[in-house]
């Protein structure tokens, strides 16, 4: 599988479920499976909670993670205690998550764990960094894409996506919702020189002016906007907006008669909370969105056996996906079954 | 008095501990359950190693730095240690926390071998480190190694072939797991027997590591605040030079100079008068602050100081919330005053500060008041300080005052900014009884509205005049 040879370039890796069971673990067991013959130290860690040996909403069957020999991993204590392998406790943090504190660990014999980490960006960037200090060459991140979720993969340098019939059972309906998050991730990152004046910016929508001064609206949150339209024009039409971008703040805008020349900046995509229609017609009226933090988006894997029983056709599937998305696509599974027979 | 008690009364006192460059969560737990010394003997043994480590500060920064890098390693093992004391099996991540706080440990004990003396006696750890490092790597991670265990080591090495070779059954597998799990916990029990000698050691190491810690983190506050040692003295209290560390802090920020004082206090009462704005609380805050400093081992503010240890510091600065009582400002003072008198009439040994006492009724009541809480210190040799407004007090008292402006400031414009530059803090001998009426003068330099100080200047006439005609 050539993305393979990509990840060796990324210091570190997020593997996103675009919803639960598209197959994120088998694609995240796969991955690991390929570098276990690399030299290169491989750590493991998760945004939040994963790894379940059964999926919790569901119940269908889910993989654990399984490590090989030498294998750095984080999980919190709690997981830590029901590791499935021997390990070297390396480090434990001195923060405490909703599970324990974070066990930095190596895996001494190959083996299942289930794997939790840090909740937000803040923690999962020092997180990478400290592992890096340890002799970590690459961090693999057990990612979601939630709503609820503070912490984001796009911290990652690099993103496989996971998809398939768990998120549609129609194969057009599914390239549709894909090409979305493929589109968002592929938004274009703002000019490295105004990053730093976003960086710390936790709440409200700000505005950049013409000599490139920030500029706070006045306006704290997007939902807000119905009531002081007036002064979100103020300082011009470029903005930082903190929090999510919504469908009601799309809408508003591509209906405004300046939205040609409106730019959108945010943290990285997973802020964008739109539904794609409206995101679409935002964009197609002029509307530009941009990222603090862009991901590389190596390849997307697909499942196609969603858990309520649909079973699309792999091969139509990967072609649909791969004529519209400049990406490779993969069915994890049946590599593996190849594999397994040859 | 703890110092957790203490921080809660003085603000001044807290901001010194959050400035306090403690490294460890021991010495940070340390300084908040240490008691306040009230034996001259153990504090002057506490202020011999503040001494050491001061030295050292200055002379051997590079081993102080090591050693503080070793301290911020260390994390907190309490729960550890005790799950260890009471036979508990401890996890691999408490051994881990054990074993890398030994190490530490170690390594300190090392580091203070290269200062001119070992400041702190740690005990030794060796023997515990051993027995967690059986591969003798000096690495602090920990498992329950191969080394432990030929059991282990066979059942572990099973285990993997039988994975590698891959044509067995995942329940063969899984059997193999377990069995090898089982011995690793056994083995696991035999190290929580052999290390549980050492829980006393450990507790030992904790409290002496976080001691090492704060008196480090003393000593460089010191040096970087001027701060000294104080002589333990029987009788008189005096400064010289005496300063509030964060107030002058403050005042540096804004570029401005803080005038450090003298005072002296004997074992009676001494009431302190001056102008508004001439930083009569100021100095009582000052005195609470560096008594409790001292006694909880910390040098003081100033630039030589002779201290007399009291059992308990008694303060009523009057910004206290009151309201949360239900009970008037004036009748939350006095409620507070009279516990100080009840004291005082045990002739307990006390250091009573009081801020403008009764200040929130009629000056004639205020001052009868303020004579008589007076009276009642000095009748039973009470080491107190009252400042006060009101004229005629009692001519048998000491008295201080706070020189305050001068009085000839010629054309110079006086602003709330500027106010400070003209203003003489120091404290004087004063056998008047009288109090400088500068309230006015203050007033209006503060530009405050012209209607009231007018106004209030008419009145004064008026009862001038009044009085000449009678």
Known sequence: ?342 | MQFRKAISEIKGLQYLAEELDLKSPMGKRFLMDTDMFCSEAELNIEYGLLDQITQAVKADQKVISDIQSKLSHLREIRGSVDNLKSNLVLDDVELFEIKSFAMNCHAVLNLQKELKQVVIELPNLSGLIEILDPQNTGIPSFYIYDDYSLELAEARKELRIAKSTNGDSEIKLEDLFCKAQEIESKVREEICTKIRSFASDLEIAIRKLAHLDLLIAKAMQAIQLNFNRPELVKESTSYIGMFHPMVKHELEKQNKQYQAIDIELQKSVCLITGANMAGKTVVLKTLALCQYLCQFGFHVPATSAQISLVDQVLLSVGDEQSELSGLSSFASEMMNVSKMVEESKKHSNVLILVDELARTTNPVEGLAIVNAVADIFYQNNIRSVITTHYSGLNSYFRKLRVKGLDKDLGDKIITQKNINSYMDYSLVEDNTGEVPHEALRIASLLGISKEIVEGAQNQLNKKASKEEIL
């Open chain 1, 1 to 342: 599988m050539p993305f393979l040879k990509d990840i060796e370039k990324y210091k570190s890796l997020s593997i996103v479920g675009l919803e639960k069971n598209t197959g994120k673990t088998e694609c995240l067991n796969y991955v690991l499976s390929r570098l276990r013959d690399s030299h290169k130290q491989i750590a493991l860690t998760s945004i939040g909670i994963d790894g379940e040996n059964r999926d919790q909403v569901t119940q269908t069957h889910k993989p654990e993670i399984e490590l090989s020999e030498g294998m750095m991993f984080v999980t919190s204590e709690i997981h830590y205690a029901k590791r499935r392998l021997f390990a070297e406790v390396i480090d434990v943090s001195n923060q405490t998550t909703s599970l324990g504190r974070l066990v930095t660990a190596k895996a001494i014999h190959s083996g299942k764990v289930m794997l939790s980490g840090p909740a937000n960006n803040a923690e999962i960037i020092r997180l990478i960094a400290d592992l890096k200090e340890k002799g970590v060459d690459l961090t693999i991140v057990d990612g979601a894409l939630s709503r609820k979720s503070l912490g984001s993969p796009a911290v990652t340098e690099a993103m496989i996506l996971a998809t398939g019939a768990a998120l549609s059972a129609n194969i057009p309906q599914l390239v549709f919702k894909t090409q979305y998050v493929y589109d968002l991730i592929q938004l274009a990152e703002i000019n490295p020189e105004l990053k730093p004046k976003f960086r710390g910016i936790e709440n409200g929508i700000w505005a950049l002016d013409e000599s490139g001064e920030i500029k706070d609206t006045g306006i704290s949150s997007v939902l807000m906007i119905k009531n002081k339209k007036d002064q979100l024009f103020q300082h011009g039409t470029d903005f930082f907006v903190s929090g999510a971008i919504t469908d009601q703040f799309l809408d508003f805008l591509k209906n405004q008669k300046q939205v040609d020349k409106i730019r959108l900046i945010t943290r990285d995509f997973t802020r964008v909370f739109a539904n794609p229609e409206t995101y679409y017609a935002f964009v197609k009226r002029g509307g530009r969105i941009q990222v603090l933090d862009k991901t590389n988006l190596l390849a997307i894997t697909i499942n196609p056996v969603s858990p309520d029983g649909y079973n699309l056709n792999s091969d139509e599937l990967k072609l649909a996906l791969e004529t519209k998305l400049q990406v490779p696509v993969y069915d994890v599974k049946k590599i593996v079954g190849a594999n397994a027979v040859s």
